[in-house]
């Protein structure tokens, strides 16, 4: 996803997860699950919820995609950028 692959984006998140205090106190865990749209140049659009857990936790989680590096997340198709859309 981001420059170098799937574990730099996995070590992204650790750096930078806050986990929210509300979700703390009330012992909230699980997964949010994003869908978006890779563009063209990589960069992320149409970034939204499919999976929801608690409203402070889906902020977390968009505010930690939004803020990833760019890196090489574009894909090609016959040497074409093409935009990925997750929806």
């Known amino acids: 996803m981001n420059i170098g692959g799937r574990v730099a984006s996995f070590q992204f998140i650790d750096e930078h997860l806050q986990y929210p205090e509300d979700a ?13 749209t890779i ?21 977390e989680a968009m505010r930690i995609v939004k803020h990833m ?4 997340r574009e894909k090609t198709i016959h040497g074409i950028y093409v935009d990925i859309n997750t929806k």
């Open 24 to 36: 703390l106190r009330k012992k909230i865990k699980g997964k949010v699950i994003l869908g978006l």
């Open 39 to 59: 563009e063209a140049d990589g960069s992320l659009t149409d970034i939204f919820v499919l999976k929801t857990i608690d409203q402070s936790l889906n902020e």
């Open 69 to 72: 590096p760019i890196g090489n």
